[in-house]
């Protein structure tokens, strides 16, 4: 994989990752719960996939090369962007009025 379909790659997932405890009822997309979700598993979710996603990066990074040392400033950075990135799924969910 080239090095920008590799960070493609990166991005799409991180959009997805980011919006995906919003959309459905399922804990992490898969498991069916009983009761529906809230707020705070939908957050824990969230910082599951951030997890998850930085590291298929880091994966990626280590096959193209040397791994690059990073302090706290870039885990700061890229939470708040995975937070921006989940934004429309937050919307769809609580402040998007359903009429019908």
Excluded: D
């Excluded at 898969?30 to 969230?46: A, I, Q, S």
């Amino acid at each position: 994989m080239s090095q920008t379909a590799a960070v493609w790659f990166v991005v799409l997932t991180a959009v997805v990752g980011a919006n995906l405890p919003f959309i459905n009822q399922r804990l992490l997309a898969v498991v069916p719960l009983k009761t529906p979700k809230g707020l705070p598993v939908r957050l824990l979710e969230l910082v599951f996939c951030y997890l998850l996603v930085g590291g298929m990066a880091l994966l990626l990074e280590q096959r193209a090369g040397q791994i690059a040392p990073q302090g706290w400033e870039f885990y700061a950075i890229t939470a708040t962007l995975f937070l921006t990135l989940a934004f429309p799924g937050f919307v769809y969910r609580y402040l998007f009025k359903r009429h019908g």
